[in-house]
């Protein structure tokens, strides 16, 4: 019996090392624009429009400003409710500058996680962005990233009601900005098959020289 659960254990064993020898998948929620705003809307600070070529690639979205107020876009429903999954993962965007040659305004690429009246903001365009090529804005899904503390991001990440990216680019009336291939990754969860495994193997033989 001792053997017969070793040999198992050896199996398990040789299937967790052979699963860490291939990448753990992640899990990816995406809008890449290809064939619509795919559910995506706009602020009434700007006018949202899906341009079918000159993406990253593919079509993108498109917003052009129409007033002082900031110009913003919203996620659909498919990147809100509970997304604890993608904690310590990774959220990013494609960004260009489509027309417009004004002053940079600092709050371009502004991302803003709501749960309800909670939220977490980060600015992860920096100074003079976007410019004239679709450029990949990325920030991490923890408290590093937010600037602010691992049980903030945990409870608004456990029911995300809004997902806010500020596109307002230029100072004025002045701007049109281009937006592509907003994604949210998770990080691929820890293989546990050899420690299962050699735990079986243990159990039995304790048993073993206990009889």
Do not use: H
Not at 21 to 41: H, M, N, Q, Y
Not at 131 to 142: A, G
């Amino acid at each position: 019996m001792t053997k017969n659960l070793c040999l198992l254990a050896g199996i398990i064993t040789l299937l967790w090392t052979s699963a860490l020898s291939s990448p753990a998948s992640a899990v990816t929620l995406e809008s890449t624009f290809d064939a619509g705003l795919e559910g995506w809307t706009g602020s009434t600070g700007g006018d949202l429009a899906f341009v079918s070529t000159g993406g990253n690639p593919g079509g993108f979205l498109q917003q052009t400003d129409t007033d002082l107020s900031d110009m913003f876009v919203m996620a659909p429903a498919s990147f809100l409710g509970d997304k604890s999954a993608f904690l310590n993962g990774t959220l990013s965007f494609d960004a260009r500058q489509v027309g417009g040659n004004a002053e940079k305004y600092a709050a371009f690429g502004f991302v803003t996680l709501f749960n309800g009246g909670n939220a977490i903001s980060a600015d992860i365009a920096g100074a003079n962005a976007p410019s004239n090529d679709w450029t990949t804005f990325s920030v991490n899904l923890n408290a590093a990233g937010f600037e602010t503390t691992p049980e903030a991001v945990a409870a608004v990440l456990s029911n995300v009601t809004m997902i806010m990216i500020t596109l307002e680019s230029q100072i004025g009336v002045a701007e049109t900005t281009g937006m592509d291939n907003f994604r949210m990754v998770s990080v691929p969860e820890p293989a546990t098959l050899g420690i299962a495994g050699l735990g079986v193997c243990g159990v039995a033989l304790m048993r073993r020289k206990r009889g």
